[in-house]
């Protein structure tokens, strides 16, 4: 029975008397039984796989009035992300409110979408930290529960040397398909071509998530670096005048279908123009506060917002209401009527 559970064995003669110690069984189970590794976790997906997605949705993470995890709402975003056509999600990011979970909440919904929609679309990880223990042991469980691929940013607020930043990053490649990602209004330090040349010896480097503009965006695709916009109102540009593979989009949990045809369709000045001021309505305050509020106002999931994110005031969600009827209500997601809300509707969490 002691074996049974893992703990020790001990072996007794036939008078009762203890005479020999033995090794209790799992402790001799061969190590591919165990956990894996970083250097024994295979990749979940070819990285030319996650290199041609052109439309990735920085997902959002809905939530319950009682500050968990709204599955349910979760579960009809994500299908409607599928059947309009977005090829990928990041999991966790910025947009998802990721720096607001706890790594056990952050893996769990990793494993919920791989399990539920790993079929129909690309599932990365947002498993980055600025403590390099951290975002190794992350990665390690992200593809362990099956992710097709990791984000991973530059550490933040405690910055590192640019050397530092290679080795941070040649400390999580190995693990499999990685986006880079460089957003320095948010970490406070730009990721500099030269460490992305130095990274991109490795195989498992998909490409760059960048934010620093057109001229950056185009050093990398020039020099064959795959590289997707990270700011919706310069991705239609980035695409088709400057080489890039795509956009990381918030701007697609409301209207995936039409962030699909401005990245597949051709150039299309006039849809961009179109979504220009829902794009600039949806950045008036750090994201994901617009898109939080957006999405309670459509309906979409509860008015629930986990602090220190406080919805947009009242005159921004008349405005979006606006915007929507502009737009057309049925290119948004959702099917319910866009309501203005009041201020009491929206439930603000702060222990959750």
């Known amino acids: ?5 893992g703990c020790y064995s001990l072996n007794a003669n036939h008078r009762g008397r203890i005479t020999k110690w033995s090794s209790p069984r799992a402790g001799v189970i061969p190590n591919f039984h165990l956990p894996m590794r970083s250097y024994e976790v295979k990749n979940r997906t070819n990285v ?41 999600v990041i999991v966790g990011g910025t947009t998802g409110e990721g720096q607001l979970m706890s790594w056990d909440e952050h893996i769990m919904l990793i494993g919920h979408t791989v399990n539920c929609y790993g079929g129909s679309i690309k599932v990365i990880g947002n498993t980055g930290s600025n403590s390099t223990r951290e975002a190794i042991h992350a990665t390690e469980q992200g593809f362990a529960v099956g992710m097709h691929a990791a984000l991973h940013i530059n550490p933040y607020y405690g910055k590192t040397s640019l050397d530092g930043l ?42 760059v998530k960048e934010c620093v503009g ?76 617009g898109l939080n509020t957006a999405l309670s106002q459509l309906g979409v999931v509860r008015p629930v917002f986990r602090l220190p994110y406080v919805p947009l005031p009242l005159a921004k969600r008349v405005e979006f209401v606006n915007i929507v009827n502009e737009i057309g209500r049925e290119n948004f997601v959702g099917k319910k009527d866009v309501k203005v809300l009041d201020d009491d509707d929206f439930v603000l969490i702060d222990r959750y």
Request: glycine letters at 8%; proline letters at 7%.
């Open 166 to 207: 290679i080795s941070h990053f040649s400390n999580v490649l190995p693990m499999g398909p990685t986006i880079v990602y460089n957003v320095p209004s948010r970490t406070g330090q730009d990721i500099p071509p030269h460490v992305i040349k130095e990274i991109a010896k490795s195989p498992n480097l998909a490409g």
């Open 1 to 5: 029975m002691a074996s049974a559970i």
């Open 48 to 88: 030319d796989d996650i290199k041609s997605l052109r439309l990735i949705t920085a997902i959002k993470t809905p939530y319950l009035p009682d500050g968990r995890f709204d599955l349910e709402a979760y579960d009809a975003l994500m299908n409607e992300q599928i059947n309009d056509g977005v090829e990928g």
């Open 214 to 289: 057109h001229d950056r965006v185009e050093h990398y695709t020039s020099s064959g670096v795959v590289v997707w916009s990270g700011n919706d109102d310069e991705c239609h540009d980035s695409r088709w005048d400057h080489g890039a593979t795509g956009v990381i989009s918030v701007v697609s949990n409301l209207v995936p279908g039409l962030m699909r045809d401005l990245m597949f369709g051709g150039k299309n000045s006039s849809l961009n123009a179109k979504l220009m001021p829902l794009i600039e309505w949806l950045f008036v305050e750090p994201n994901p506060i």
